[in-house]
């Protein structure tokens, strides 16, 4: 493979906008990925990040602004971005009636690669994610980490310098999803290849190189996880009280510190959480219950888009797939 | 985990042959399909052979047979596996739309293939899967007074295909901007009956029609594929058909359309609705 000059980045954006009549998904979006990064694309339903990622996968024109994927840009030359980079998305986009075998065989068919060199690779592939055995079963009966194993498989079929993964491990149980990581990882540092992430886990965004955080379109913080936590800079301070309303409106006031209050309780940013503890009592509110905990990047991503990562998707897919699988009776035409 | 090794390939760099390399394995995935669901396979011949069987002899026994043995059910025969061709086609197009539903169509949208290419893919496996079915029919002919004849039967064969690619390019495009299968089932209904009713596959569409059902005939592109499947199918029966006094075929104010003209209406009709469905799902790429 040609190796371009290692410092330039592999996936470029700038001021990328994409409007919907008059709705304006994505507002200006710069990002620079560089060769062998693990980027994470955080944010809530809505914010645009699947607008981005579509955007940046060729599946979607931008109303303005321009991007560069592996050397190539996503509009004009459009089809040698798509030779260059791997999709694995929410939704499964296997040929369920195929086996997993047929599933590979279509991909290396329609992305023209050579028969002798796909088989032997194909054939790795399947070893690697762990379905060698399975290769000539059916997919409808794999469960659900089994397809996506074989969905990862697929997206790197074809060598490509960027992966795509939005939301890979989501509907997973825990076990399946710290097994996709494992075939990830390891298949990572084989092919030295770029990740570009979007996810809802905290333990996922935790793995990713840098991270961006975007919300209502553009992006509001963007770096390492440690560095962004360390923007945060506070301790949290969650406190539950009698009359959570009034006793925050006090703290607030007092002290001049942000509260963010929550359902049932609300947090005080502080750079000492210990110390301040003593002064929630001062205001006369029995106060029930006080946790201190060091900032994570599930605060981070509350600082900067508004609300908690699991809270943010519960993904239109899961439930659009079950209403077609009822609709159809479970069978299929 | 094993430990195995990799080793990197190339992506063809595009051109006319990895295009085409993409439109057959798209064909070659629908016969696939078609293969594995044995339920469709079976259940696409329960219709013809109700018009043929049950339609057939029992209006024949009430029509009464002419002379040389040329009774309804061989009437119909022609227009059966036209209309028989026609179903299957139609929800072979159709399955698209599932393609779509169930996110393998995404698959093919994100592959360095044009669309077109998926699309002309899509429209061979169609056809093919239909001219598979109506090949099967046409191994019936002997139970309906069909002679077997090796020029009857490939032009029949030629016929079906022609047939079933037209159809399927009318699925494609009714189907193609489709989000669900409950936005495409009933735009399907409604346009598949009238195209079967007003084909000539049931009846004579001679000089005792109505006005507007003479004119409703000809419009229909599907009147010209049961006109030129009956003319071939007659040109072989003995007495060309004639005794039965159903074998008037089609006419253009009193003019009888030649097969070769029938052929190219059916094949024009084909080409248009395939290019129409190609401009629609590549305007927005």
């Not at chain 2, 346009?191 to 059902?213: Q, V, Y």
Request: net charge neutral; with cysteine.
């Amino acid at each position: 493979m040609a190796q371009r000059a290692s410092d330039a980045p592999v996936i470029s954006a700038t001021g990328l906008h994409r409007s919907f009549g008059d709705i304006k998904a994505v507002r200006g979006i710069d990002i620079e990925v560089a060769a062998g990064e693990c980027f994470g694309f955080l944010g809530p339903n809505g914010a645009g990040k699947s607008t981005t990622i579509k955007m940046l996968c060729t599946l979607l024109r931008p109303t303005a602004g321009s991007a560069q994927v592996a050397g190539h840009d996503v509009v004009t030359e459009r089809d040698e971005v798509r030779r260059h980079i791997g999709l694995v998305f929410q939704e499964t986009t296997l040929d369920d009636y195929l086996t997993a075998r047929q599933n590979l065989l279509f991909h290396a068919d329609i992305y023209g690669l050579a028969r002798s060199a796909a088989t032997p690779r194909i054939a790795a592939l399947l070893e690697m994610v762990g379905l060698a055995d399975r290769r000539d079963h059916q997919v409808l009966t794999f469960s659900g980490g089994m397809k996506r194993r074989l969905e990862i498989a697929r997206g790197l079929l074809h060598s490509p310098r960027v992966l795509f993964l939005d939301e890979p491990t989501i509907g997973l149980d825990p076990e399946s999803r710290a097994g996709l990581w494992r075939y990830v990882d390891a298949l990572r540092e084989q092919e030295h290849i770029t990740v570009f992430l979007t996810t809802h886990y905290m333990d996922e965004a935790e793995r990713c190189d840098r991270i961006a955080i975007v919300n209502k379109g553009v992006i509001g913080a963007l770096d390492s996880p440690a560095a962004l936590k360390a923007s945060v800079g506070h301790d949290r301070v969650t406190v539950h009280s009698e009359d959570d309303t009034a006793l925050a409106g006090q703290v607030r006031e007092r002290y001049g510190v942000e509260v963010i209050d929550e359902a049932e309780s609300f947090v005080v940013l502080t750079p000492d959480g210990e110390r301040f503890v003593p002064k929630l009592f001062e205001f006369g509110v029995p106060v029930l219950s006080v946790k201190v905990s060091r900032p994570s990047l599930d605060d981070v991503f509350l600082k900067f888009a508004g609300s908690r990562m699991a809270e943010a998707d519960e993904g239109p897919a899961a439930s659009k797939r079950l209403r077609v699988m009822a609709m159809m009776g479970g069978q299929r035409r | 985990m094993s430990t195995v090794e990799l080793v990197p390939v190339t992506v063809a760099p595009g051109g006319f042959a990895h295009e085409v390399r993409a439109a057959s394995v798209v064909w070659k995935r629908d016969l696939l399909r078609f293969w594995t669901d044995r339920g469709r396979l079976i259940s696409s011949f329960m219709q013809p052979l109700l018009f043929l069987f049950v339609l057939g002899k029992g209006l024949g026994a009430a029509l009464g047979s002419g002379r040389g043995g040329t009774d309804y059910s061989t009437f119909i025969f022609p227009g059966t596996l036209a209309t028989g061709v026609m179903f299957t086609a139609v929800f072979s197009a159709i399955s698209v739309v599932w393609d779509r539903e169930l996110g393998f169509l995404r698959e093919m949208l994100v592959a360095p293939v044009s669309r077109v290419s998926i699309i002309i893919g899509k429209c061979f496996g169609g056809a093919s899967v239909a001219t598979l079915q109506g090949t099967v029919l046409l191994a019936l002919a002997g139970l309906v007074h069909v002679p077997y004849d090796p020029l009857l039967l490939l032009g029949m064969f030629g016929l079906l295909f022609l047939t079933s690619f037209a159809i399927t390019a009318f699925g494609l495009l009714i189907a193609i901007r489709a989000e669900t299968i409950q936005t495409v089932m009933p735009r399907t209904q409604l346009l598949l009956a009238p195209l079967m009713f007003l084909s000539g596959a049931l009846f004579p569409t001679g000089g005792s029609l109505p006005m507007w059902l003479r004119i409703a005939v000809r419009v229909n592109p599907m009147s010209y594929a049961v006109d030129a499947m009956r003319s071939v199918t007659f040109h072989y029966l003995p007495d060309h058909g004639r005794g039965a006094g159903f074998a008037t075929g089609l006419t253009w104010w009193g003019w009888p359309v030649p097969p070769w003209l029938d052929v190219i209406v059916v094949f024009t009709s084909g080409v248009v609705l395939l290019s129409v469905t190609c401009w629609l799902f590549t305007r927005d790429e």
